[in-house]
């Protein structure tokens, strides 16, 4: 999913990240320096004060970016937008003999050529547990053939999650609630004898049970609001059910819905039917907002005097939709990153994951082919202020084998002590399994729609500063490789003196207990190092 756990407080709950003003007095704070600008950011002037030093001229870079999609026509993106040479326009027609008809600016991989796309989808936990409930619910260890053994440990993990989820008091009261809702829907859908009805309708039901007060109440109220007076209760419900969480509440007690296959018509099973999707990458403004602020963190057009600059200043954004607002799936996961790489992106950003990955054999495989070609995978690490050494969050830098590759950087949020923590309160970590940490609160970047920037918080805004630097060392310093670039990330990050409080915890400990090179990344160092790396070289 794209992280979501600091959900917006409205009707539908979407995205990792709350609102923030965008016009916050510390905007653009996670580029500026602690000895100049006494912000812990990642000191991106100095970084480009250096290598204009340096005389280097730089090379355009391809970046993935695997998210929910882009607004291709925003005003600070569409200029750093990739461009496929060999596809240019929209006919209809695969120019380029890749599979992937009119791919012009990258590929969605959870929409048709028919304009249906999936923009939400349920959680991988209920997919799993239901798919193999039948199967293994009645079975012991000791009874599943070998070759399944690692699969139903799995899935008595998920089922132990879903009793747990499903028998709070906290769940119960929201099936309670909700079904008051549900109920009331039912009663007035019968009455004037429409499935489908808006706040106009109601006039036609004279209100004699008391079970409908309270739905007939809300509908109206959200229903008079200014440009509502279209909203069903249709979507009223769904709204609401998204509101109170309800698809986590009773995860355990009916399967969940198949959204994707409401829309896709590929063969889920097969990872070798993969020519499904289609061209569009802005379904509409609400899915696309967590991957254009994503894409512009990296990339939005530098000098321009128009909104805000992207970390790196010679990136070509690849944009790759393949995460829903839910849990994606390991195949769209699998062939995004495959596409990718295949399309030339360099780094890969991956603002997404998951409790669970059925399918992570695919992944894995695609993950070993982008190490083969030499592509960086930057992951963010998770919103839910958890251990991800003790709970993965996937897709994860270590394979089904144990093994952990080596083109892979796992990053957590940071903030700064004028936003909050040093280290973001919702953020996870892992002393082993959290390679950096980077600026990711209260973080200004492109947004589609109306307003065209806006603030969020997450480790899907950090990972892309990450991007970001990584696009930027390869855009002056070709010659390195992925495994050079995660070094010299990694290596050149700076390193607090002061503890910082466990996110989620009044504890506070050195930043080291949180991530394995206990730092947070910092542009011009890393700028500095890859120049007496590649001068060494030399």
């Known amino acids: 999913m794209n992280f979501k756990s600091i959900q917006r407080i409205a009707l539908l709950a979407i995205l990792c990240a709350i609102y923030t003003d965008g016009l916050a007095q510390h905007a653009g704070w996670h580029l500026k320096d602690k000895q100049v600008d006494d912000y812990w950011g990642i000191s991106l002037d100095k970084a480009y004060s250096f290598l204009k030093s340096t005389g280097r001229k730089p090379q355009q870079v391809i970046v993935g970016v695997i998210d929910s999609g882009i607004d291709t026509a925003h005003v600070d993106l569409k200029n750093v937008l990739w461009v496929n040479p060999k596809d240019l326009t929209r006919n209809g027609e695969d120019e380029d003999k890749n599979g992937y008809k009119d791919d012009v600016h990258g590929w969605n991989f959870i929409s048709n050529r028919d304009g249906g796309s999936v923009t939400k989808d349920s959680y991988e936990l209920a997919r799993f547990y239901w798919t193999y409930k039948t199967r293994f619910e009645t079975l012991s260890l000791d009874k599943v053939k070998r070759k399944d053994r690692q699969k139903f440990v799995e899935w008595q993990r998920a089922q132990k999650e879903i009793n747990r989820l499903s028998n709070t008091e906290s769940a119960k009261s929201t099936r309670e609630r909700f079904d008051v809702f549900v109920k009331g829907d039912s009663i007035i859908s019968k009455a004037i004898g429409k499935d489908i009805f808006t706040?106009?309708?109601?006039?036609?039901?004279?209100?004699?049970?008391?079970?409908?007060?309270?739905?007939?109440?809300?509908?109206?109220?959200?229903?008079?609001?200014?440009?509502?007076?279209?909203?069903?209760?249709?979507?009223?419900?769904?709204?609401?059910?998204?509101?109170?969480?309800?698809?986590?509440?009773?995860?355990?007690?009916?399967?969940?819905?198949?959204?994707?296959?409401?829309?896709?018509?590929?063969?889920?099973?097969?990872?070798?039917?993969?020519?499904?999707g289609s061209g569009i990458l802005l379904t509409n403004a609400k899915s696309a907002e967590h991957g254009t602020h994503v894409a512009g963190i990296i990339a939005a057009e530098r000098n321009n005097e128009i909104g805000i600059d992207g970390v790196a200043d010679q990136v070509r954004i690849l944009a790759v939709r393949a995460i829903p607002d839910g849990d994606e799936h390991d195949k769209d996961v699998a062939l995004a990153i495959r596409y990718a790489v295949d399309r030339g992106a360099k780094v890969i950003n991956m603002s997404f994951g998951k409790a669970f990955s059925p399918d992570k054999k695919w992944v894995?495989?695609?993950?070993?082919?982008?190490?083969?070609?030499?592509?960086?995978?930057?992951?963010?690490?998770?919103?839910?202020?958890?251990?991800?050494?003790?709970?993965?969050?996937?897709?994860?830098?270590?394979?089904?084998?144990?093994?952990?590759?080596?083109?892979?950087?796992?990053?957590?949020?940071?903030?700064?002590?004028?936003?909050?923590?040093?280290?973001?309160?919702?953020?996870?970590y892992g002393k082993n399994k959290v390679d950096v940490f980077a600026p990711g609160v209260q973080i200004y970047s492109t947004f589609p729609g109306v307003n065209p920037y806006a603030s969020l918080d997450g480790t899907s805004m950090a990972a892309p500063i990450v991007s970001g630097i990584a696009a930027l060392l390869l855009s002056y310093y070709p010659e390195l490789?992925?495994?050079?670039?995660?070094?010299?990330?990694?290596?050149?990050?700076?390193?607090?003196d002061a503890p910082v409080f466990i996110p989620g915890q009044k504890e506070s400990v050195s930043l080291h207990q949180l991530c394995r090179t206990g730092g947070i990344v910092n542009a011009f160092d890393a700028v500095q190092l890859a120049e007496k790396i590649v001068k060494q070289g030399k």
């Open 199 to 276: 706040v106009a309708d109601l006039a036609l039901y004279k209100e004699e049970d008391t079970r409908t007060s309270g739905f007939v109440g809300l509908f109206a109220s959200y229903g008079n609001k200014e440009g509502q007076s279209g909203l069903t209760n249709r979507a009223f419900l769904e709204g609401m059910g998204a509101f109170f969480g309800i698809e986590k509440a009773t995860m355990g007690t009916k399967p969940p819905v198949e959204y994707r296959k409401m829309v896709l018509d590929d063969k889920y099973d097969d990872i070798k039917d993969k020519y499904y």
């Open 364 to 428: 894995d495989e695609a993950v070993k082919y982008a190490q083969k070609k030499g592509v960086l995978l930057v992951h963010a690490a998770g919103n839910d202020a958890k251990n991800v050494d003790e709970i993965p969050v996937y897709p994860t830098a270590y394979l089904l084998s144990g093994k952990k590759i080596t083109n892979w950087i796992t990053v957590g949020a940071s903030g700064d002590p004028k936003l909050g923590n040093l280290a973001a309160h919702f953020s996870n």
């Open 481 to 496: 490789t992925a495994v050079q670039v995660k070094h010299i990330i990694e290596k050149s990050v700076r390193i607090p």
